[in-house]
């Protein structure tokens, strides 16, 4: 349990550096080992226990789990019903946010425009400017 934190003596740190640094090819083998792991777990798993289990059926007729149309409406209803709770929230939000006009989204460069009328994408030349050109003004 008495376990001591390696730290470089003073005027070393340059070769404790490079001593205790990862080098190349143990980089390589962190990333590619695992990966070559994986695939070969999931090559042997794939191929051994493919046919263990059988085919998967979906909607077969004959299934012993569907109980008819006694669980399948109720079945949806709910669902329906939790779906539309899930939802609530951000529908009401959205309608609270349009209502208000807050929140607008600004996705296109014209819309920066839209909220005064005197907004020009280009200066005239008759209108004075000197001042957002770092001349004096008159106004000093």
């Not at 309608?95 to 839209?114: E, K, N, Q, V």
Request: glycine share 14%; hydrophobic share 40%.
């Amino acid at each position: 349990l008495n376990v001591a934190e390696s730290h470089p003596c003073p005027g070393k740190e340059p070769e404790y550096a490079e001593k205790h640094r990862i080098g190349g090819f143990a980089l390589f083998c962190a990333i590619t080992l695992p990966i070559i792991a994986a695939t070969a777990i999931g090559y042997y798993v794939w191929s051994r226990w493919r046919t263990m289990f059988g085919q998967i059926r979906l909607g077969d007729a004959g299934s012993s789990l569907s109980g008819g149309d006694w669980t399948k409406y109720p079945v949806m209803l709910v669902a329906g019903i939790i779906a539309g709770l899930a939802v609530l929230p951000e529908v009401v939000g959205r309608l609270w946010r349009w209502a208000t006009g807050a929140g607008r989204r600004y996705t296109r460069r014209t819309d920066f425009g839209r909220t005064r009328g005197d907004y020009e994408a280009v200066v005239r030349e008759d209108e004075d400017v000197g001042g957002l050109l770092g001349e004096e003004s008159d106004e000093e």
